[in-house]
């Protein structure tokens, strides 16, 4: 039977082989493991990518978060870190490490609901939240789910009215853009991850800052090294979350790819768009006008529900068609959560959400045939 895996990063490293062993080997060479060359040429080459100022290389996209958020702390409230009395609104229709930085980082996690559409944290919700909340809400998270860009232009807007940060959760959303503005420059903070299935992947734990703001900037380079210039003498409580050398020289190499593997998401999509825009059951999803959106995830709703997407999935699987239902538990419900966090209002579009999304295989380098076939399977599927 032919399988369809969700990706291949075996396929990708044979495509991108001679540039990724060429990068590596020069750190071999030179052995400056840490905060070696490769790691500056790359946040130069991001900060240029995004637009903006300032590009800092951290160990994870969970550090990207907490990293900013706490610097967001030092330079909002002068503390190391906020308090369980400080707000950061964000989706409960997320990784977990969206609000588990929140929750580290000193702060209360207020979820709102989504748009049904996107799935991205809806601003009409975020606006809402933001009158009852007023004064405890220090900032927001929007997070551009599957790689699909959130209105950056209204969550700005309802931002810059409430005076309160935007920290951008950039990690499903390489080379995404709004209004022809890259993911991650709109914020006060833009948080990257390059985990290895992400649209721009290491070869482990990876991750990236981007800001516009000298202070910001400044306290996350203090905080990736224990918390000061000089790690003999820290200023702050800080960590040990520096890129390393040899991701950035694995980044460097696959970094030249990023755009063009992009586009082949795209086409990938265009592939399933066309074969299953047919079936009455499945919801696709949608791009928006002002947005690029670069499929991280290609992701279905079952109008149905529950029980149908498990099925589905199950037959989906038994005829070789990996698939993963991104995800399957809202935050709020999870334990860590429950007694940490606080909720505005009705999140139902969350909740139908987790019962019945589907994301599809996106291997950029995958045959045309070979999502036509996962298309051809899902249409012979009775529900
Ligand atoms: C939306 C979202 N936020 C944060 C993260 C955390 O990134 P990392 O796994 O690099 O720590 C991920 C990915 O894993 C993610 O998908």
């Known amino acids: 039977m ?70 967001l702390a030092l330079k909002t409230k002068g503390e190391e870190y906020f308090s369980r009395s400080d707000f950061i609104i964000t989706t409960p229709f997320t990784f977990t490490a969206t609000g588990d930085a929140i929750l580290r980082a000193g702060a209360t996690p207020l979820f709102v609901d989504i748009d049904p559409e996107t799935f991205n944290i809806s601003p009409v919700k975020i606006k809402e939240a933001l009158s009852k909340y007023k004064g405890k809400a220090v900032g927001v998270i929007p997070v551009h789910l599957y790689g699909n860009p959130c209105d950056m232009d209204k969550i700005t807007a309802i931002a810059k009215e409430n005076n309160i940060f935007v920290a951008e959760d950039c990690a499903q959303s390489f080379g ?36 516009d703001c000298d202070e910001t900037a400044e306290l996350i380079r203090m905080l990736i090294k224990h ?48 074969n299953l825009k047919n079936i009455n059951w499945i919801k696709l999803p949608v791009e928006q006008k002002n947005g690029y959106h670069v499929y991280h995830q290609y992701t279905v709703r079952l109008k149905e529900g529950k029980g149908k997407r498990d099925e589905l999935q199950k037959y989906l699987s038994e005829n070789g068609v990996q698939t993963a239902a991104y995800y399957p538990l809202s935050l709020y419900k999870m334990k860590v959560f429950k007694k940490r966090c606080e ?41």
Not at 178 to 203: E, I, M, Q, V, Y
Not at 236 to 253: E, F, K, M, P
Not at 347 to 362: G, R, T, W
């Open 2 to 71: 032919k399988q369809i895996p969700m990706l291949d990063l075996k396929l990708e490293y044979e495509y991108m082989k001679e540039a990724i062993d060429a990068s590596i080997k020069k750190c071999l060479e030179h052995q400056k493991w840490i905060l070696g060359p490769e790691v500056k040429e790359l946040e130069e080459k991001i900060a240029d990518y995004a637009g903006i100022k300032h590009c800092i290389g951290v160990a994870s996209g969970t550090d990207a978060l907490l990293l900013s958020l706490r610097a």
């Open 227 to 274: 918390g000061g210039k000089d790690k003999y003498d820290a200023e702050h409580i800080g960590y040990n979350s520096r890129l390393d050398t040899i991701q950035a020289a694995v980044l460097l190499a696959k970094f030249k790819y990023a755009d063009g593997f992009n586009e082949k998401r795209r086409k990938i999509a265009e592939i399933y768009n066309e």
């Open 343 to 383: 909720i505005y209002g009705s999140l139902k579009n969350s909740e139908i959400s987790a019962s019945s999304v589907l994301s599809l295989p996106v291997e950029p380098l995958m045959e045309n045939g070979k999502a036509q076939s996962a298309a051809d399977y899902i249409k012979l599927f009775r529900l």
């Open 176 to 211: 995404a853009k709004w209004s022809g503005k890259r993911t991650g420059s709109f914020g006060d903070a833009g948080c990257f991850s390059f985990f290895p299935s992400k649209n721009l992947g290491a070869f482990g734990d990876a991750g990236a800052v981007v800001t």
